[in-house]
């Protein structure tokens, strides 16, 4: 299964921030933090949709009137998604790990 997101047609929620700066040159520090940076934001944002859509649960469980079933729903399957995409995206890594460490130098 390929597994590419274009960061265009992300929810700016779960986009990570651009790798370049404003007048189009990339940071200094780019090609040292560029992937894991990058690793480290979507995982950050993966645990806030967890955390977001836990919360709206527990709120619909003691019945608050403000927050409704539909929007925890969606929450739910936000975070379910995204918890699904790092977890191909870890797989992936470890394959690739594997697969170089059973190279002949």
Known sequence: MDLRLNPTTMPATVRPPAL?????????????AGF???????????????????RLQREVQMENPTVSL???????????????ATLHVRNRMVQAYTDIMNMQV
């Not at 370049?20 to 040292?32: D, H, I, L, N």
């Not at 940076?37 to 995982?43: M, R, V």
């Open 70 to 84: 539909e929007e925890t729903m969606v929450a739910i399957q936000k975070a379910q998604i995204g918890f699904q």
């Open 36 to 54: 894991s940076g990058a690793l480290k934001t979507a995982l950050h944002t993966v645990s806030a949709a967890q955390n977001q859509a836990t």
């Open 20 to 32: 370049q700066r404003p007048g189009g040159a990339p940071p200094a520090e780019s090609a040292s």
